[in-house]
């Protein structure tokens, strides 16, 4: 079989070329942008899918160097450090303990499902945590850290089951979070704080155009916000090396406590930082970081996977999608920022901290801003349920 070998400037092209495609079929088909499905995904898994099919056949596998989804999910990473005001934090602290509350109680009942429902089908129920909250909560790199773990244990092809259950995460919670959340807006009248009448929410949706839109920007300004950004994602690589040596962290953490940081000492300095411009920033290097996962996903993991793993998978799917529309949105407060936490509640808890964002953004893109959301998955996404998932799983782990 023939390999084609595409660089980082190559894989970014066609990464670029089917997030286009992506938001072309959200546009023409009603379903994908009734439910707001992420153009990203929708481009990323056709490319993946042909990948396949070409794989099959023989014809051709293509190697892509994803050098830069690094690059792009450490800044988008940043932005979002930026976004977390102490001032605005205090307002949201309740909600963050709820929401860290919640992603602990999932982490828990996606490893009794895997655990014990590895074991009804004869496994060994240590192999049923690389189909719980290893892959799902933990994604890819959770993934490939605790797989080898496993494997130490004795546990056979723990990676291999891992890193796929991990993949069927990334697309399942995608695809479930944006229906969840659009039908709780659509049911219960539910819309942004800064959009304050219905009428205005039926000419913005209406019109594709929200609050969230970026609008007019001065290129001072845009300059501005990317000088921030680069800031912060290099300081972040400093602060990522020295809390490395205590404690095994995603390596984007370092630019997101960068951010956080400048955020509050600009703030009191009453100095004015771009904040729609690193908003929009950010986004971009989101689809870019999420359309170069995608098109590298490898789906012949998932053909492989025998009944039992389909079978488990298949039940976390159905759990997560009633705990996300009923648990999360009624906790969180059963408004216009918990439909959108619900959405993201969907991508964090199926994949990663990246596509619950994704899934977030997809909704305000359409209904308005969440700040509140946006605040808060992120804080607990990428950097508190890391500890506890660690530890949750470990006692799994004793325990099976």
Not at 233 to 239: D, E, Y
Request: charged share 10%; hydrophobic share 55%; net charge positive.
């Amino acid at each position: 079989m023939n390999v084609l070998e595409l660089d980082m400037y190559q894989a970014l092209a066609v990464a670029v070329v089917m997030l286009v495609f992506g938001r072309f079929l959200v546009k023409k088909i009603g379903f994908l942008s009734k439910y707001c499905i992420p153009a990203p995904v929708v481009g990323g898994l056709i490319f993946a899918i042909l990948h396949v099919i070409l794989r099959s056949f023989g014809i051709v596998e293509f190697n892509l160097d994803t050098t830069l989804q690094g690059v792009f999910m450490t800044a988008f990473f940043c932005s979002v450090g930026y976004v977390a005001s102490f001032r605005e934090l205090k307002k949201g602290g309740i909600g963050v303990i709820k929401f860290l509350i919640l992603a602990i109680l999932i982490c828990c009942i996606q490893d009794v499902i895997g655990g014990f429902g590895a074991r009804l089908f004869g496994l060994d129920g240590r192999l049923g945590l690389a189909m719980g909250s290893i892959p799902l909560v933990g994604g890819h790199g959770t993934a490939g850290s605790f797989g080898p773990f496993l494997e130490d244990l004795g546990v056979a092809n723990a990676t291999t089951v891992a890193v796929a259950a991990a993949t069927y995460g990334l697309i399942a919670g995608c695809m479930i979070g944006g229906p969840i959340a659009t039908s709780k807006i659509r049911k219960h009248n539910l819309r942004s704080a800064a959009i304050k009448t219905p009428e205005e929410a039926k000419a913005a949706e209406a019109s594709g155009t929200t609050d969230a839109d970026p609008g007019i920007f001065h290129e001072p300004d845009l300059m501005n916000a990317t000088i921030y950004i680069v800031i912060g994602v290099g300081l972040g690589t400093v602060v990522s090396a020295l809390l490395g040596k205590l404690i095994t962290l995603p390596g984007y953490i370092g630019a997101m406590i960068v951010g956080a940081i400048i955020r509050n000492i600009q703030e009191a300095r009453k100095v004015q930082i771009p904040m729609k411009e690193m908003g929009s920033l950010g986004n971009i290097c989101l689809s870019l970081f999420l359309g170069l996962a995608m098109i590298n996903l490898k789906l012949w993991q998932l053909v492989s996977l025998a009944l039992p793993m389909i079978v488990i998978l298949l039940v976390q799917t159905v759990v997560m999608f009633f705990f996300a529309s009923y648990v999360v949105y009624t906790i969180m407060g059963r408004d216009y920022d918990a439909a959108t936490i619900s959405s993201g509640f969907c991508g964090f808890g199926m994949g990663a901290t990246p596509n619950a964002m994704a899934n977030m953004q997809a909704i305000t893109n359409k209904y308005g801003p969440a700040p509140v959301a946006f605040m808060i998955v992120p804080l607990v996404g990428s950097l508190f349920i890391d500890f506890f998932n660690a530890a949750i799983i470990t006692a799994f782990a004793n325990f099976l």
